[in-house]
C-alpha cells in the first residue's frame, strides 16, 4: 500500500472528525447565545433595537433604476410609502451639487413607477395611477419633457399597464395591457377563482398596445387569441417580436411561442410563429423561452 492509498483511506476518518469538532462548536456557540439571550432578557429591553426598527422605518430602497442615453441622468423610482412611489431625476456628471428633482403627478396615494428615457433622451416615460381630472381612473402613460420640464399624460385606458418601451425612432411607447384587469397579469401571480366556463369566460388576455406620441393614440396591436408576456421593438420601429401562448396565459407560460409582427399604421399586420419549442429540433427541443431581443440590424 502507498502512503497516497492511505492518505485517501484515511480521509472520511478525517472528515468524520472534523464533522464532530464543527458540531461541538456549533453545540457551544449555541449555549453560549442562549445564554448571552437569557441575560439580555434579565436586564431589560435593548434601546438599540428600538433604534434598529425606526432606522429602518426611515430607510428608502430605489426599486427601479433608468440612465440617460447622454449618461449624465439617473432617474429611479423609490416607494416612500405603501401607497406612495416616486420618481427622481439624479444628476450623476456633478453628483451632489444639485439637489434632485422630482418629476411626475405627486398626491396622498400616486404612485409613479417604471421610468424609461426616449432613445434622443427628450422624454422620460414612466406609468402613473395619478390620472388628471376627468381622466380613467388606474394606470396610465405619462411623458415628462426635459426640455420644458412638462408632464403629459398620453393614455386614458381602463386596465393594467406595464413594461413600457420606446420605439427606436422615440415616436411611440409599446406596453404590455390587460384591459379591464382585476389583478396582475403574471404567470406566477394567483389567478382569480375559476368561474362559469372553465377557461373561457373571464379570462384576462395581456396583450401589447402602442400609443403614439404625437397624437396620443392608443392601439392594440396583438390578436385577443394570444396572452403575450415580454416584448421588444425591431431596430425599424415597424416590427415587433414577443413570447406568447394561448389563453389562459398562467397555463400557457411554459410552452409559449416566439412571434414577429409587422405594426402598420392604424393596426397591425398578424403575427407570425418563427419558433415552437414543442416541435424545433435541436437543443431548443422542449424548453421555455425568454427574453427575445432584436439584434442591432434587425
Not at 435593548?46 to 430607510?59: F, Q, Y
Request: with cysteine.
Amino acid at each position: 500500500m502507498t502512503f497516497a492509498d492511505l492518505r485517501l483511506r484515511s480521509l472520511p476518518c478525517v472528515l468524520a472528525v472534523a464533522s464532530l469538532l464543527t458540531l461541538g462548536g456549533g453545540v457551544a456557540g449555541y449555549a453560549q447565545a442562549a445564554a448571552s439571550s437569557r441575560t439580555a432578557a434579565a436586564a431589560g429591553p435593548d434601546a438599540r433595537i428600538g433604534a434598529l426598527i425606526e432606522m429602518l422605518g426611515r430607510t428608502l430602497a430605489p426599486v427601479q433604476a433608468a440612465l440617460s442615453p447622454d449618461g449624465a441622468t439617473v432617474a429611479w423610482s423609490v416607494r416612500v410609502a405603501p401607497r406612495v412611489q416616486q420618481i427622481h431625476l439624479t444628476n450623476v456628471v456633478n453628483a451632489g451639487a444639485a439637489k434632485d428633482r422630482m418629476v411626475g403627478p405627486t398626491g396622498a396615494a400616486c404612485g409613479n413607477s417604471e421610468p424609461v428615457w426616449s432613445p434622443d433622451g427628450a422624454w422620460l416615460a414612466f406609468i402613473s395611477d395619478c390620472a388628471a381630472k376627468g381622466a380613467q381612473p388606474g394606470q396610465q402613460v405619462f411623458v415628462w419633457s426635459k426640455k420644458t420640464g412638462e408632464t403629459r399624460q398620453l393614455t386614458r385606458v381602463t386596465g393594467s399597464v406595464n413594461q413600457l418601451a420606446w420605439s427606436p425612432d422615440g415616436k411611440a411607447i409599446g406596453f404590455l395591457f390587460v384591459k379591464d384587469a382585476t389583478r396582475r397579469a403574471g404567470a406566477q401571480d394567483a389567478m382569480k377563482p375559476w368561474s362559469g366556463v372553465i377557461g373561457e369566460d373571464g379570462v384576462e388576455v395581456q396583450g401589447v398596445a402602442v400609443v403614439t406620441v404625437a397624437s396620443r393614440e392608443v392601439v392594440q396591436v396583438t390578436p385577443a387569441t394570444l396572452h403575450v408576456y415580454e416584448f421588444d421593438w425591431a431596430p425599424d420601429s415597424k416590427r415587433i417580436a414577443y413570447v406568447a401562448a394561448n389563453p389562459p396565459g398562467e397555463n400557457n407560460w411554459w410552452v409559449a411561442q416566439l412571434y414577429t409582427q409587422t405594426i402598420v399604421e392604424g393596426g397591425a399586420q398578424g403575427p407570425r410563429s418563427i419558433l415552437n419549442p414543442s416541435q424545433v429540433k435541436g437543443e431548443l427541443h422542449g424548453l421555455q423561452i425568454a427574453v427575445s431581443r432584436w439584434s442591432p440590424d434587425g
